[in-house]
């Protein structure tokens, strides 16, 4: 199977560390949602990354329903988020918020680097959005006494919200700081440390036309 899409998207890069702490080959195929468009059209006529093809040529597309058929496919006893009840939503509830934090902060650099024109009320409201949920993110993370968000073993919680704090911290550096935010900064650091984390990176560079 290959994934398709950068590492300096943090959708891509959740996926792909995933794929890297499952144990499970993958091919990479770096394209760009803007250069590369017409390579991506055939698998994914949204344009969109991540993509995730299967050896039988089936396309999976959004990191969330992606991660879902990796759980399934590794099974209970090692995917990275329980399969039901009040842990599973605890641990969705910090994915959603991390993934629309993501987005956020992806639209806010589109508006930054694609308009001459910043639309006022636009940018306003993504920071909003975006500061208000790092700052329940913190208050939540802060309470947390075990190494990662719901106990001692890494999940999807835990890599998301690494790879969301990361791109932020990189696209809007006076968004996120550690003085404001030491819990998810102290988190993120931790997460980052490990090789699959390391080595499935990429510094962040301005979208092309």
């Known amino acids: 199977m290959f994934l398709i899409g950068q590492y300096d998207s943090p959708f891509v890069r959740r996926v792909a560390i995933a794929l890297r702490l499952y144990g499970l080959a993958f091919e990479h195929k770096p394209w760009s949602?803007?250069?590369?468009?017409?390579?991506?059209?055939?698998?994914?006529?949204?344009?969109?990354?991540?993509?995730?093809?299967?050896?039988?040529?089936?396309?999976?597309?959004?990191?969330?329903?992606?991660?879902?058929?990796?759980?399934?496919?590794?099974?209970e006893g090692k995917a990275m988020l329980p399969r039901s009840g009040a842990e599973r939503r605890k641990h969705l509830r910090i994915c959603a918020l991390a993934s629309g934090l993501g987005d956020k902060a992806v639209s806010l650099l589109y508006e930054r680097v694609l308009r001459k024109e910043q639309l006022a009320l636009w940018v306003e409201r993504c920071q909003a959005q975006i500061a208000d949920v790092l700052a329940v993110l913190e208050a939540e993370?802060?309470?947390?006494?075990?190494?990662?968000?719901?106990?001692?073993?890494?999940?999807?919680?835990?890599?998301?919200?690494?790879?969301?704090v990361r791109f932020t911290r990189e696209a809007h550096p006076q968004l996120f700081d550690a003085i404001s935010y030491p819990a998810l900064a102290a988190h993120a650091e931790a997460c980052e440390a490990p090789a699959p984390f390391q080595e499935i990176m990429q510094p962040l560079a301005p979208p092309k036309g």
């Not at 040529?57 to 969330?64: K, N, P, R, V, Y």
């Not at 802060?142 to 969301?164: E, F, M, N, Q, S």
């Open 141 to 164: 993370r802060a309470k947390v006494g075990t190494p990662y968000w719901l106990g001692a073993r890494i999940g999807h919680a835990d890599v998301v919200v690494a790879c969301v």
């Open 33 to 75: 949602t803007f250069g590369d468009a017409v390579r991506i059209a055939p698998y994914n006529p949204l344009r969109r990354v991540p993509t995730l093809v299967l050896d039988d040529g089936e396309a999976l597309i959004e990191s969330t329903i992606i991660l879902d058929y990796l759980d399934e496919l590794v099974g």
